[in-house]
């Protein structure tokens, strides 16, 4: 984790806010980050893995966080979902991937980015629909170690989410099945993936504001993205510029700007379902209102 903060405005305390460095959340925060949104509240930063901020969230650290949908059921009691700033789309679900074609996972070793994380939630649910009987041991690492332990043969497979799906066969891995295509196929709805979520603690006027700066910051960007690409290949991971910009048109679309009725359809589909199979608790009346 390294923190990264803006100017205070009118002297108030920065955010503390948490997410990952990977281009569409750089992209996303860029504007607001840097105090280019008038009457934003200024953001103390922190990068970390989706894992981490997963874990953030269950122990109530950081008042704003970019967390898994999965988490959501165990978070919402001092959380609340901002309607924007997040990563739903089509087309751009986690991948299941294999060092040789058409392997049957049943007993087979499988990592995945989090145990917590809405990959591993839509992966069990296409497991469930496909594999006759159950995988076996799941392995949790970080998302950037899944596809070498794949290719080395540390794991039988990976689930793999964000730039893999660009740049898996680079690797000489095979796409076993697409998680996305299962569930826009069975459901009809988007993939919802990661979310912004803000301690209800900060009261309702606040967090009006947080989502009104959010929609602001992704609206800056898209109005000039050459601004933000300084922040977005700083933190890439020495990513190549094409993928990061692949990656920023998948994932930043108008679900980020507005969840919209499609957007929260498809997140309370995925949380129902998953509450179904035993996979999260379920969600009590009202948990996804905002603010």
């Not at 309607?83 to 299941?96: E, H, I, K, N, Q």
């Not at 950037?144 to 497979?157: F, Q, S, T, W």
């Not at 893999?164 to 998680?179: E, W």
């Not at 009809?188 to 602001?216: D, H, Q, T």
Request: proline share 8%.
């Amino acid at each position: 984790m390294n923190p990264e903060s803006a100017e205070p405005v009118g002297g108030e305390e920065p955010l503390r806010i948490a997410y990952s460095p990977c281009p569409n959340d750089t992209f996303v925060f860029d504007a607001w980050a840097h105090g280019r949104i008038p009457g934003a509240p200024a953001l103390e930063v922190t990068f970390a893995d989706i894992d981490v901020t997963n874990g953030m969230a269950e122990r109530g650290e950081f008042e704003v966080l970019k967390v898994s949908y999965a988490v959501l059921p165990y978070v919402l009691d001092d959380y609340a979902l901002l309607p924007c700033g997040g990563a739903l789309g089509r087309g751009c679900g986690p991948l299941v991937l294999t060092r040789e074609p058409d392997v049957d996972l049943t007993g087979r070793t499988v990592a995945v980015p989090s145990e917590r994380s809405t990959a591993y939630l839509l992966f069990r649910l296409w497991a469930a629909d496909t594999i006759a009987e159950e995988v076996g041991e799941i392995v949790v690492m970080p998302f950037h170690e899944i596809m070498p332990a794949v290719r080395d043969g540390k794991v039988d497979a990976g689930l793999v989410i964000h730039e893999a799906r660009f740049t898996y066969q680079n690797y000489g891995l095979h796409k076993l099945a697409d998680m996305g295509e299962h569930w826009e196929r069975t459901t009809g709805l988007p993939i919802p993936l990661g979310a912004i979520i803000a301690k209800r603690s900060l009261g309702a006027e606040r967090l009006l504001l947080l989502a009104e700066s959010a929609r602001a910051s992704v609206r800056a960007a898209w109005d000039d993205p050459e601004v933000s690409r300084p922040y977005v290949l700083e933190h890439a991971q020495e990513m190549d510029p094409a993928v990061a910009d692949q990656h920023i048109g998948l994932y930043v679309n108008e679900f980020t700007a507005d969840l919209g009725e499609d957007g929260y359809a498809a997140v309370r589909g995925l949380l129902t379902r998953a509450a179904a199979e035993g996979l999260v608790p379920p969600l009590g009346p009202g948990a996804l209102d905002f603010p």
